[in-house]
């Protein structure tokens, strides 16, 4: 059983590029979380997602920042025009449908460095 | 508000014990630990529901305050293996049950040397 799947492990963008991080979750989940870790930092939540809907959005930057789980393929997670603070690890999981609480798997993530 | 962790940082020789406090502002639902390696991605090790539970995995245990809104972590003879950095992830309370939303702790640097 895969687990959750993350690509690209390594992006560069120059400052006011588009980036796209995609995240699998493992098989038999539908919700989806992302996190973001500046270096020598903790974990801070951004988004929670089911299929089609955002359920919780409070981590979010108001700005340049989107997330989707559409019913057919990855989650994605958009950042438009990338500025040199957005360089960080972004963190998919993935836990089980229902009520939880669940235990959240976590991709290996994708490392953003912004030049 | 993030949970607050201590201590920060401790080192310890193989064999030896260690305690990580986990303590939130807010009343809580849950508590999750995990432990990450450098460059690693963070890794699952329990939850814990309210109900002032204590679970066990291997030979690291947890328990879980609801009242004091406080959770510990208890690795016991600990092993190389062990080192990493130790977060928790807490879900507050609310009354449609859980959220599935982890706030997760400013963590803890274990080094456990030879």
């Known amino acids: 059983n895969a687990g959750v799947m993350q690509n690209p492990r390594h992006l560069v963008r120059r400052r006011g590029q588009e980036a796209r991080l995609r995240c699998s979750p493992m098989?038999?989940?539908?919700?989806v979380y992302w996190y973001r870790q500046l270096p020598e930092e903790g974990l801070k939540f951004m988004v929670y997602?089911?299929?089609?809907?955002?359920?919780?959005e409070s981590g979010m930057p108001k700005e340049r920042f989107s997330a989707e789980f559409p019913k057919e393929g990855p989650s994605i997670l958009r950042i438009q025009q990338v500025v040199r603070g957005d360089s960080a690890a972004y963190f998919c999981?993935?836990?089980?449908?229902?009520?939880?609480?669940?235990?959240?798997?976590f991709g290996p993530g994708t490392r953003l460095t912004v030049t | 508000q993030q949970p607050v962790q201590s201590p920060q940082a401790v080192i310890l020789r193989e064999g030896e014990d260690a305690v990580i406090n986990c303590s939130s502002s807010?009343?809580?639902?849950?508590v999750h630990w995990y432990r990450q390696k450098h460059g690693e991605a963070p890794v699952f090790l329990m939850i814990?529901?309210?109900?002032?539970e204590q679970k066990g995995h291997e030979k690291i245990s947890a328990s879980f305050n609801e009242k004091k809104q406080q959770s510990s972590l208890y690795l016991t003879a600990s092993q190389l293996s062990y080192s990493g950095t130790y977060f928790c992830?807490?879900?507050?309370?609310?009354?449609?049950?859980?959220?599935?939303?982890?706030?997760f702790g400013t963590g803890t640097l274990l080094a456990v040397q030879p």
């Open positions: 999981a993935s836990s089980l449908p229902g009520t939880g609480p669940y235990e959240q798997y």
């Open positions: 098989k038999g989940h539908s919700h």
């Open positions: 997602l089911q299929k089609e809907n955002i359920i919780d």
């Open positions: 807010k009343a809580l639902y849950s």
């Open positions: 814990l529901l309210k109900g002032g």
């Open positions: 992830g807490t879900e507050a309370y609310s009354y449609g049950g859980a959220t599935n939303k982890l706030i």
